[in-house]
């Protein structure tokens, strides 16, 4: 599997169900406080005004609430289908195509990185690069936040969000392993929470400091 086909074959996807995806994750993150719990807390972290980035908005429902909480959010994502949605529902927060494999920030310039499931779609072999870019672009104690699916093993997902066809590697994940690979390169982790215990699908959410 080519870096080109796997990011290539994600984007495709995502802009295959961007439409679908805001009208029926949009609720549910509206519905999940611990989601916005945890959001509370990196705000508190980075404090009024901080510039941050959501990385792999979707369609920005996250960004946009780090805007409500007083934030500079803004949001970068590989699908220019989903990146078109953030903008026309969330014109106060400015949004860009963009590949977390390779981040347009100068280095040093953000106070906090948001990446909510958006890690879940990155090879084991590649998170390495992934997380030296969010080391270089934020400044020294910047703050990240990662939500991801918790557990072992990966998935091709070939339909979703309403049916439609996708074809997407989907990565679960060990909390306590994710936490190694950001000690590892150059993060402190500082809390886990963990979310939908003995669901189907659980999550974790890692707050660390660069
Ligand atoms: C499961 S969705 C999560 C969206 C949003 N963060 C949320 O919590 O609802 C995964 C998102 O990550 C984006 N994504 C996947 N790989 C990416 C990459 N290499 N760089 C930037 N975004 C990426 C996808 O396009 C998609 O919008």
Known sequence: MSTDSWLDDTRASYDTVAASYADIVG????????????????AEHVGPGAPVA???????HATAHLHRLGLNASGIDLSPGMIGIARRNHPECAFE??????????????????AFWSLIHIPD?????????????????GRLLAGFHAGTGSTLKTEGYGGHPMKVHVHRREPDAVADLLRDNGFTVEAQTLLGIGERLPGAILHARR
């Open 125 to 141: 072999e590649t998170l390495p690069q992934v997380l030296q870019q969010f080391r270089r672009v934020l400044r020294p104690g």
């Open 54 to 60: 959501d990385i792999g908005c979707g369609p920005g």
């Open 97 to 114: 195509v963009g590949s977390m494999t390779d981040l347009a920030y100068p280095a040093e310039t953000l106070a906090g990185i948001v």
């Open 27 to 42: 609720p549910m993150f509206d519905a999940e406080a611990h989601l916005r719990a945890a959001l509370a807390v990196f």
